[in-house]
């Protein structure tokens, strides 16, 4: 397949989600190396080019506009990072024209600032051309310092900025400006090639931040020395033109690309947005037209899963109603016939009132169950509201001194091993049995990172900020009924929390946190119902994971075709 055939074809891996990017970048790999245009032998040759270069160096040198130049070491071939036609030659970047660099003028003298030269900084160098800038100088601050004003067609490049970790920009100004520290500029010794200049740095991008960018101890920046004598490509001029004119056609057939993805993604979130906003709405109460449709919505969106969910964002918001859907009634249909949940709030009560018995707690700890805190919506028949506190105990972890953290004992479970691959610390202390958690407990993370766990590991210490829910009787409330709850509380919970860099949540208001209880019987069916479109939500990632992959190596594949050297028999086609 040819780079042509490919450009024909994108839409067989447009929906990649990097690929009119790797496009680009693929466009600009291609001009570079001589494989984006045809080369004509009638063409001048480069060499021809690079006489007139140097002839326009000596006139300079002649005229006292530059110093004369040590002249430049013999090219070797290890130099070279990539192969390129035989009738393009290598020269150095300082025999390309002359590279010098800017200051700041000093802040303090206020008739430095605010005229109109244009001064260029990193944060201008965002586009090809630039014509202006944030900060300008007068005139006073570009005489009075060491300041010089580059010519129109002069290439600036950022030489000092953390964005050197991923891009290296350059553009050309369309008026004479001046630079800062972090900016190198080349003025090209032969005026009109600076566009295929830029082409050229934009095609080795990859070797350039490789090779040609150092890390320092805040931000990365150029190899000045370097790169002032890396070899760099020079094609004949008519073929510099060529290749300009058609990297300029297919940037603007990606800009077309873009746009029309960048449309149907919005229309499909669109949609998708739309549909979840619809059966996240309340229900009609009444059993008439209006609730069949709204239950043929909710059930033609969760039918239709993989036609509707095309991006991980999709699927976390469906994850996100699902649940809600869950806690307000209308995940499952509802059963006449199943015990009421006051019935059930009724047992947990006692089992609740027997613990703080044999716990010896104070009843007047707990606040009433007729609180109607952040009750939001009506609830289905047969369900009650209940405070978490009056279906859970909120057990706290333990603080911990540094001191008390070793390398071995008993596991010590911190926020941060429930939410990445954190290092463990131990504690061979002996606590209370309420102090550890074993598999099967319910856990709320509630310092920096939120959210409801289900332990499934091996018995181990609790931190502080982390609360075990123990519930007052296991028999009448499903657990993993009210993890989900939690799940599609958590973001609400972190809302009310309080703090600045760090958020935290206080155990009296998480007590306070009001469930929306449903009978047993239905509680189980909720379970069952996420649990079973939940794995269907992760089917769908793999599923989405594995289609952008293999995308990606289709994409891979058909660029390193493109890339790859012409047959003979594919010359002769």
């Known amino acids: 397949m040819n780079p042509a055939q490919l450009l024909r074809h994108f839409d067989r891996v447009a929906e990649t989600p990097d690929a009119v990017a790797r496009l680009r970048r693929f466009i600009l790999d291609l001009a570079v190396r001589g494989k984006l245009v045809e080369q004509d032998p009638d063409d001048e040759p480069a060499s021809e080019l690079l006489a007139r270069i140097?002839?326009?160096?000596?006139?300079?040198?002649?005229?006292?506009?530059i110093?004369?130049?040590?002249?430049?070491?013999?090219?070797?071939?290890?130099?070279?990072?990539?192969?390129?036609?035989?009738?393009?030659?290598w020269i150095r970047l300082c025999d390309f024209g002359t590279l010098s660099g800017g200051m700041t003028p000093s802040?303090?003298?206020?008739?430095?600032?605010?005229?109109?030269?244009?001064?260029?900084?990193?944060k201008d160098i965002k586009t090809d051309e630039v014509s202006d800038s944030e900060l300008k100088i007068t005139s006073r601050g570009l005489s009075e310092t060491r300041l010089e004003l580059f010519p129109t067609g002069s290439l600036f490049i950022v030489a000092r900025s953390g964005i050197l970790k991923r891009t290296f920009p350059v553009a050309i100004n369309r008026v004479p400006a001046a630079s800062n520290q972090d900016l190198k500029v080349l003025v090209p010794y032969l005026k009109g090639n600076e566009r295929y200049l830029q082409i050229m740095f934009r095609g080795l991008t990859d070797f350039i931040l490789r090779d040609l960018v150092k890390t320092g101890t805040t931000v990365q920046s150029l190899k000045y020395a370097e790169f002032e004598i890396q070899p760099f490509p020079l094609p004949p001029l008519a073929e510099q033109h060529r290749i300009v004119a058609k990297v300029d056609e297919l940037m603007a057939l990606c800009n077309r690309l873009e746009a029309a993805q960048s449309k149907r993604e919005q229309r499909r979130d669109r949609l998708v947005t739309a549909s979840l906003n619809r059966i996240n709405q309340p229900a009609p109460s009444a059993e008439d037209e209006a609730a069949t449709a709204f239950r043929e919505h909710a059930r033609f969106h969760l039918d239709h899963l993989p036609r509707l969910t095309t991006r991980p964002e999709h699927i976390k918001s469906l994850r996100q109603t699902i649940l809600n859907l869950a806690v307000r009634?209308?995940?499952?249909?509802?059963?006449?016939?199943?015990?009421?949940?006051?019935?059930?709030?009724?047992?947990?009560?006692?089992?609740?009132?027997?613990?703080?018995?044999?716990?010896?707690?104070?009843?007047?700890?707990?606040?009433?169950?007729?609180?109607?805190?952040?009750?939001?919506?009506?609830?289905?028949?047969?369900?009650?509201?209940?405070?978490?506190?009056?279906?859970?105990?909120?057990?706290?972890?333990?603080a911990y001194s540094k001191n008390e953290l070793l390398d071995e004992g008993t596991p010590v479970l911190r926020v941060g091993n429930l939410f990445t691959s954190d290092h463990w610390y131990y504690s061979n202390l002996t606590l209370e049995d309420e102090k550890y958690c074993d598999a099967g407990d319910l856990l709320f993370a509630w310092s920096a990172s939120f959210g409801p766990f289900l332990w499934s590991g091996p018995r181990v210490i609790y931190h502080y900020h982390v609360w075990k829910l123990s519930l007052h009787s296991e028999s009448d409330l499903d657990k993993n009924y009210l993890y989900n709850f939690l799940a599609h509380k958590t973001q609400e919970i972190k809302d009310s929390g309080h703090g600045v860099s760090m958020i935290h949540m206080t155990k009296g208001k998480m007590e306070m946190v009001q469930v929306p209880v449903p009978p047993l019987a239905e509680q189980h069916r909720i379970v069952a119902k996420v649990d079973e479109l939940m794995s269907v939500c992760d089917q769908l990632e793999t599923q989405l994971t594995t289609t952008q992959t293999d995308s990606r190596r289709l994409l891979e594949a058909v660029l390193h075709e493109a890339l790859a050297p012409a047959t003979d028999e594919e010359r002769a086609a």
């Open 54 to 65: 140097q002839a326009a160096k000596a006139r300079l040198v002649k005229a006292g506009e």
């Open 67 to 89: 110093r004369k130049p040590k002249p430049s070491a013999p090219i070797q071939r290890d130099e070279l990072p990539i192969e390129v036609p035989v009738s393009w030659i």
């Open 107 to 122: 802040k303090n003298r206020s008739d430095y600032w605010d005229g109109d030269v244009v001064w260029l900084s990193p």
């Open 329 to 398: 009634g209308k995940l499952v249909e509802q059963d006449p016939s199943d015990e009421p949940a006051s019935e059930v709030l009724k047992r947990v009560a006692a089992a609740k009132a027997n613990r703080n018995l044999k716990e010896k707690a104070k009843p007047g700890k707990q606040k009433s169950t007729t609180d109607g805190q952040h009750r939001t919506y009506q609830l289905p028949a047969g369900w009650v509201w209940a405070p978490l506190a009056d279906l859970t105990a909120v057990l706290n972890g333990r």
